[in-house]
């Protein structure tokens, strides 16, 4: 019971942050499902590979498996010459949806029924067998390759396709598409180069000197994946094959920068490393990356301040108001901002504008005093949303006073 002996921790000035555990709302349109879904985890394999580095990944992602929390759910995609989506849920035969790449995917309807979702995203321990018998099968793309052109590959329609899926099955909880790609794309929406081996793929003098024809387009089409995965909360994990061959980052950025997703490049996926990157997406402990979901940041303040903008891994949601400066930095034109995804090291700079304000006369009056809030809401990886806020308050002094006794310019930056 709260009483002038036993205050919460909020009324005192020490804790300046508080973590709360939000209990989730059950779903009016569908009271038996549950009310939070754990994280998703959605590999997307090319397989338009060697045998060698195909099975170097089949088996990290069978590690990948074991390392994930047990509840986590799990889906698969792979591609080549087409898009294949494995149903996990049919584990009698291997059953398969195949989207072309000429064809380019519709948008999918959010809220399937629990029976939809069971078919292709199944917690970690009910499909470990399944999806590793599924990868033991796989082979590489056996699509014919005509003499003098590349691999017919479609990552675009790929990504396209789970993120659209996934996002049907799994509305309102934070997912990571993982996608693990050994080549160029070369067919449909996102393609960087054409087939014919008698073209090359763009150079960076290409892109400078705006030579590179498929670029624009390309990158394009990852613009609007990447608003489409920010409006789901789902974050785009690029691990790349090949060191010294182009394989498309520079048009899919864009994508992988506004959901705060990583990017690993490596020789080989024998590579070690690849190998510790990729381990160190799923262990726990001290050595893992701690990966939370579907976060969000918002910040507070007086009405003397006003908010530049944000540089850091976060997409602006536009909130407008009175404390959004007409200076935009980074980030800008709201207070409030998603990170589909952050970890332990997720680092953003806030930055501010102070109004010149009219300061007492008087030397013995105190100043006035300022607040800045930061709430920061995620789900964590066992699935619960968690809010934390950081609340300080400073008197504004004179540029003449001390800096240690108050606060008058402000850089801050939020771990």
């Excluded at 986590?72 to 995609?77: C, D, H, K, R, T």
Aim: aromatic share 8%; hydrophobic share 40%; with cysteine.
């Amino acid at each position: 019971m709260i009483s002038e002996t036993n205050l919460p921790c909020e009324l005192y000035p020490q804790f300046t942050t508080v973590q709360y555990l939000l209990q989730p709302t059950p779903d009016p349109n569908n009271p038996s499902a549950p009310p939070q879904l754990p994280p998703v985890f959605v590999f997307v394999l090319d397989t338009c590979m060697i045998e060698e580095e195909l099975g170097f990944v089949k088996l990290a992602m069978k590690q990948a498996l074991g390392l994930l929390p047990e509840h986590a759910l799990v889906g698969f995609v792979s591609y080549g010459t087409q898009a294949h989506v494995h149903e996990l849920g049919f584990s009698d035969i291997s059953k398969v949806y195949v989207f072309r790449a000429a064809g380019f995917p519709k948008g999918m309807q959010n809220g399937y029924s629990n029976s939809g979702i069971n078919r292709f995203v199944l917690p970690a321990s009910d499909c470990e067998f399944t999806l590793n018998s599924m990868l033991d099968e796989l082979q590489t793309d056996q699509w014919p390759v005509q003499l003098g052109n590349r691999v017919s590959r479609c990552t675009g329609v790929s990504l396209s396709v789970a993120s659209g899926l996934f996002g049907a099955c799994t509305p309102g909880t934070g997912a990571r598409i993982i996608a693990l790609v050994g080549g160029p794309c070369t067919e449909g929406p996102g393609t960087i180069v054409s087939k014919d081996l008698s073209e090359p793929v763009r150079l960076h003098k290409d892109l400078d000197k705006d030579a590179a024809p498929y670029f624009r387009k390309a990158v394009r089409f990852y613009d609007s994946l990447a608003k489409q995965l920010v409006n789901q909360g789902h974050v785009l994990d690029l691990l790349h094959l090949h060191l010294i061959r182009f394989v498309g980052v520079a048009e899919m950025k864009v994508a992988v920068e506004r959901t705060c997703g990583l990017v690993v490049l490596a020789e080989s996926f024998g590579h070690s490393v690849f190998k510790g990157s990729f381990r160190c997406m799923f262990k726990d402990g001290e050595q893992s990356l701690g990966l939370c979901f579907n976060g969000m940041l918002e910040v507070n303040c007086s009405k003397d301040i006003k908010i530049q903008g944000v540089i850091g891994p976060c997409t602006s949601l536009e909130k407008t108001g009175t404390n959004v400066s007409d200076t935009t930095i980074g980030e800008g034109n709201t207070t409030k901002w998603k990170m589909c995804g952050l970890n332990r090291s997720t680092c953003l700079s806030v930055l501010f504008d102070i109004l010149a304000t009219e300061r007492p006369n008087d030397p013995g009056a105190a100043n006035s005093q300022l607040y800045l809030q930061f709430l920061t809401s995620y789900q964590d990886p066992q699935g619960k949303t968690m809010l934390r806020v950081t609340t300080v308050t400073r008197r504004w002094v004179e540029s003449a006073v001390g800096k240690e006794v108050g606060l008058n310019s402000l850089n801050l930056c939020l771990g």
